[in-house]
């Protein structure tokens, strides 16, 4: 039952206890960051204090950074942990080598994608903007959020495609199963995402693919979380879309209502809508070509 033919713990088992162990550990790490900021609302505001952790970490973008990089380092560390003492392998053979410029490469694919979809809309009607070009609204979520999803980019591939893919291939599953059983985990945690969507869910399904893709290609992490970083980044705090179902905090006030939900994604995000789908499309194609020309 926990080992296969080889006496290998079975790779489920194995990522099973990592998914568990990294929520613990993020959720434990969490909390103080979480009491911090109610703390201090009790004790300057007191008659307007109404207990609502949400509402009062909503409006603290560095709390928000805090709490949420404490939990995200945690579990990385985690990871790591497991992954030399369970695993019993090098960080570098999760992916994690040395700084490659693929990461650079992945920064401006998943730039340019988000780019090209926002004009897309625009140039459609689809969606309206609440200041101009010239008028960005630069605030503390512009840098707090960068530094965040920074750290969302490293946790979530070093998690399901680091680790789980990895694990995966090491007890003889075939590419196939890989790339579909990370990337199915991939799409079941986002699952309970604020305002989620059926095709919500398929995107990021498919640009978990994607991740997949440019690991197996590049033999690295360093392109896939280069993507993952501007991908959600780009939606949230440059054009203000949400990102997967989240507030965003954008330099740019964007208006969807008016818009096809199809296309716009609505509440959920761009990841909620084809054109999203469309350019998770032409990634695979853009990663086949550049790891092509790299390897001539």
Request: net charge neutral; glycine share 10%; charged share 10%.
């Given at each position: 039952?926990?080992?296969?033919?080889l006496?290998?713990?079975?790779s489920?088992?194995?990522?099973?206890?990592?998914?568990?162990?990294?929520?613990?550990?993020?959720?434990l790490?969490?909390?103080?960051?979480?009491?911090?900021?109610?703390?201090?609302?009790?004790?300057?505001?007191?008659?307007?204090?109404?207990g609502?952790?949400?509402?009062?970490?909503?409006?603290?973008?560095?709390f928000?950074l805090?709490?949420?990089?404490?939990g995200?380092?945690?579990?990385?560390?985690?990871?790591?942990?497991?992954?030399?003492?369970?695993?019993?392998k090098?960080?570098?053979?999760m992916?994690?080598?040395?700084?490659?410029?693929?990461?650079?490469?992945?920064?401006g694919?998943?730039?340019?994608?988000?780019?090209f979809?926002?004009?897309?809309?625009?140039?459609?009607?689809?969606?309206?903007m609440?200041?101009?070009?010239?008028?960005?609204?630069?605030?503390?979520?512009?840098l707090?959020?960068?530094?965040?999803?920074?750290?969302v980019?490293?946790s979530?591939e070093?998690?399901?495609?680091?680790?789980?893919?990895?694990?995966?291939?090491?007890?003889?599953?075939?590419k196939?199963?890989?790339?579909?059983?990370?990337s199915?985990?991939?799409?079941?945690?986002?699952?309970?995402?604020?305002?989620?969507?059926?095709?919500?869910?398929?995107?990021?399904?498919?640009?978990?693919l994607?991740?997949?893709?440019?690991?197996?290609?590049?033999?690295?992490?360093?392109m896939?979380?280069?993507?993952h970083?501007?991908?959600?980044y780009?939606?949230?705090?440059?054009?203000?879309?949400?990102?997967?179902?989240?507030?965003p905090h954008?330099?740019y006030?964007?208006?969807?209502?008016?818009?096809?939900?199809?296309?716009?994604?609505?509440?959920f995000?761009?990841?909620?809508?084809?054109?999203?789908?469309?350019?998770?499309?032409?990634?695979?194609?853009?990663?086949?070509?550049?790891?092509?020309?790299?390897v001539?």
């Open positions: 039952m926990f080992k296969n033919k006496g290998k713990v079975r489920g088992w194995t990522i099973l206890l990592a998914l568990v162990a990294t929520t613990i550990a993020q959720s790490l969490m909390v103080p960051g979480m009491v911090i900021p109610v703390m201090l609302q009790f004790v300057s505001e007191p008659n307007s204090f109404n609502n952790v949400e509402e009062i970490m909503e409006t603290s973008p560095w928000i805090f709490t949420q990089g404490i995200l380092v945690g579990g990385i560390t985690i990871l790591f942990l497991l992954w030399k003492f369970v695993n019993k090098r960080i570098s053979e992916g994690f080598k040395r700084f490659s410029p693929d990461f650079i490469t992945g920064l694919l998943g730039a340019v994608s988000i780019v979809i926002f004009f897309i809309l625009l140039f459609t009607q689809n969606i309206e609440a200041n101009s070009f010239a008028s960005p609204d630069f605030s503390a979520y512009t707090s959020y960068l530094l965040f999803f920074i750290l980019g490293f979530e070093l998690t399901f495609r680091g680790y789980i893919m990895t694990t995966l291939a090491d007890n003889g599953n075939s196939t199963v890989v790339y579909i059983v990370s199915l985990i991939f799409g079941v945690a986002h699952l309970l995402n604020p305002n989620v969507a059926v095709l919500g869910i398929i995107n990021i399904f498919l640009v978990g994607l991740f997949a893709y440019m690991y197996d290609k590049t033999k690295s992490l360093w896939p979380i280069g993507y970083i501007t991908w959600n780009f939606q949230g705090n440059v054009f203000g879309f949400p990102v997967s179902g989240t507030t954008g330099l006030g964007i208006d969807v209502s008016m818009g096809n939900n199809w296309l716009t994604g609505g509440s995000g761009l990841e909620g809508g084809l054109l999203a789908t469309l350019m998770i499309v032409l990634g695979f194609v853009v990663t086949n070509l550049y790891t092509k020309k790299r001539m």
